[in-house]
């Protein structure tokens, strides 16, 4: 069984037929129907079941892990992470191409604050606060003890599932808190191509946050 199966068992954290956003369903038909091997479902978190770290990004890429159906592949978005994760010894290889290429992950695991593809990579407050149940699932989990965001929406989904004022716990880069559940949030910005091209975050930026993550 693979990584992705094994968490796919576990409907409490992942809802393929999920289509309670209507916006992002009707979405994702139209995408469908432009690219019919696309994946365009709800994207199921992908890594270590046994994690004690969850990281967050924001919501699947249009012709990234909305079709491929794996977090953080098949665009650019995943290039510096998958090679910052092997470099830490997360990752059993550098590149994650496609869903089927072998890649597994180690005490780490991979989710989205949105599950669905949205129309211009910007889901809503609302859509957002849908998916929060899957999120407080996976939090709950007793293993997991280090939550990474990968920029500002990620964040403030990850407080709201704690029920915490979001101007208590800015968002920064390499931002680190212990949130009152004993949770270690870790915040920082993500690893889009406009981030990474422009150097808002680059590899020794992104690199120094697994480095605080692992101390």
Not at 165 to 182: E, M, T
């Amino acid at each position: 069984m693979t990584q992705e199966q094994i968490i796919n068992s576990r409907s409490d954290c992942f809802d393929i037929e999920c289509r309670k956003c209507e916006r992002l369903a009707r979405f994702l038909v139209e995408v469908k129907a432009e690219f019919p091997d696309y994946y365009c479902k709800p994207v199921p978190p992908f890594g270590d079941p046994n994690a004690e770290m969850l990281l967050i990004g924001l919501a699947p890429g249009k012709h990234g892990a909305n079709a491929s159906g794996r977090p953080f592949t098949g665009d650019y978005a995943g290039l510096l992470l998958y090679e910052t994760l092997y470099k830490f010894g997360l990752a059993s290889q550098p590149t994650g191409a496609r869903a089927d290429d072998g890649l597994r992950l180690n005490n780490i695991r991979i989710i989205n604050a949105v599950k669905c593809l949205p129309p211009e990579n910007k889901p809503t407050t609302q859509e957002t606060d849908t998916c929060r149940e899957f999120l407080v699932t996976e939090f709950n989990d007793q293993k997991v003890k280090t939550l990474i965001a990968l920029g500002g929406i990620a964040h403030r989904a990850v407080l709201k599932t704690q029920g915490l004022v979001l101007s208590k716990y800015p968002f920064g880069h390499l931002s680190d808190y212990i949130l009152p559940s004993g949770l270690r949030l870790i915040s920082s910005y993500h690893c889009s191509r406009y981030n990474t091209q422009t150097e808002r975050a680059t590899p020794e930026m992104f690199e120094a946050v697994f480095a605080l993550a692992l101390k």
